[in-house]
């Protein structure tokens, strides 16, 4: 028999079954090795592939976002927390503690001027001097009051002497009547200011009563002049020369010439300062027209404006902490003396009727109603270098001061005091 024929070649790239069955076999299954990049293997050490950098993920920002957020959210919290705090301690300070830097300080300030008309022809006073009561600041010419008060002498002894009374005693019990009536109202005048400081607390007891003795005695004064006037007028001619007309009249026009002549002299009312002084030798002054500022040295406060809404629990007698920009690092001690009725709030009328008050903001200021604030201790106790106008802050102690609001708002004021170096 001939040989069989050899089986045919598997073409090439194809595989046989057996072929296939054992490359698939788990024995002999081998992970694929991938083939080397010639492009990879040449790139430097530290540079990833192309393929790596494309596909590594890239990192996450979720984290720092939450962070973010988280911290803004604090913030917002704390914000609000301070602005309810703020709140709540605005309300509770003006009801009990309440605190205003627009205080000022007051005093009795007047405009002194001359009764009658004339030039001036001597300034006695410096501008910011301290005078005593009584002290002559300024004189006018005496020239024309000389010559009044000779002419009114000769009218009465004119009138005297067509009724037959001498005229030099009457002449000067009449000079005696007036001298002692112008004593009078000095000592009347001196006598009311020092009793009310003496009602205020300022002085003490016995000024009050040497002012009263003062009185007296101003008045026995005046009673005894006018008895030696009515003396002098019976002992010249009789009863009925007190009730001469034409010796009357002359009487009172040489009273009025005496008068004016005391009132060319502009004296001090009482003890005080001159200030803002402007009055010079050679000026005209006419009656009533000021010509210069005193200060009185006997009384002074301060004057604060409070709002509305801070006088809820203000009462006179509180105590009180003041502060004067004049007197740095110190803190005063004084009391609510009264708190104003009403202010002025500037309503004009057209017409005969009233006027609407101008609006120039969404939200109107509040009204401010003065409160009068007295030193402990009257002006013995008044700082020198506080002037009249002077700037202070007061803090109420409106429910004492054994409660919280009252050490934090005296700490304030401390600090507040402290600053007052700096502005």
């Known amino acids: 028999m001939s040989d069989p024929l050899p089986a045919p070649a598997p073409a090439r790239g194809t595989a046989t079954v057996a072929d296939n069955d054992e490359a698939l076999a788990p024995e002999t299954c081998a992970p694929a090795t991938p083939a080397a990049d ?73 405009q002194l001027a001359p009764r009658v008309a004339g030039q ?34 000769a009218g009465l002894s004119r009138a005297l002497q067509s009724n037959r009374v001498a005229a030099t005693g009457i002449v000067a019990a009449q000079a005696g009547g007036t001298a002692a009536r112008a004593q009078r109202e000095n000592v009347h005048a001196n006598s009311a200011r020092t009793l009310e400081l003496v009602a205020r607390g300022f002085l003490s007891t016995v000024k009050a009563d040497d002012a009263r003795a003062a009185q007296r005695s101003a008045d026995s004064q005046l009673q005894q002049a006018q008895a030696e006037l009515d003396r002098a007028m019976i002992s010249s001619g009789g009863r009925e020369a007190s009730s001469n007309p034409e ?36 000026q ?64 004009a009328s057209a017409g005969g009727l009233l006027q609407n008050l101008p609006q120039g903001q969404w939200f109107e200021p509040a009204r401010r109603i003065p409160v009068h604030v007295e030193l402990d ?10 002037r ?15 409660n919280p609001m009252a050490w934090i708002a005296s700490g304030l004021l401390h600090a507040r005091a402290w600053l007052s170096y700096h502005y």
């Open 377 to 386: 201790g009257g002006l013995e106790h008044w700082p020198r270098a506080a």
């Open 284 to 347: 005209y002054v006419a009656p009533g027209t000021p010509a210069m500022t005193f200060i009185d040295a006997r009384g002074a406060w301060i004057t604060a404006d409070l709002r509305e809404n801070q006088l809820g629990n203000v009462q006179a007698g509180d105590e009180v902490g003041i502060v004067f920009d004049a007197v740095p690092g110190t803190v005063f001690k004084g009391r609510v003396q009264s708190i104003a009725w009403g202010v002025d709030v500037g309503r």
């Open 38 to 110: 010639p492009v990879a293997a040449e790139l430097p050490a530290d540079v990833a592939p192309l393929d790596a950098q494309v596909e590594s993920p890239p990192p996450s920002t979720a984290a720092p976002a939450a962070a973010g957020a988280k911290a803004t959210r604090w913030v917002a919290v704390l914000v609000l927390v301070l602005f309810v705090l703020l709140i709540a301690w605005q309300v509770a300070s003006d009801r009990l503690v309440p605190y205003t830097a627009r205080g000022a300080v007051s005093g009795y300030v007047a």
């Open 120 to 153: 001036v022809t001597e300034v006695m006073v410096q501008d910011g001097g301290v005078v005593q009561a009584g002290a002559a600041l300024a004189q006018l010419d005496l020239t024309p009051f000389d010559l009044a008060v000779r002419q009114a002498e």
């Open 247 to 282: 010796i009357r009249t002359a009487q009172l026009q040489l009273e009025q010439a005496q008068l004016n002549r005391r009132f060319a002299t502009l004296t001090a009312p009482t003890l005080g300062v001159v200030t803002n002084l402007r009055l010079a030798v050679g």
């Open 388 to 402: 009249i106008g002077g700037k202070a802050g007061i803090v109420v102690f409106a429910a004492g001061h054994g």
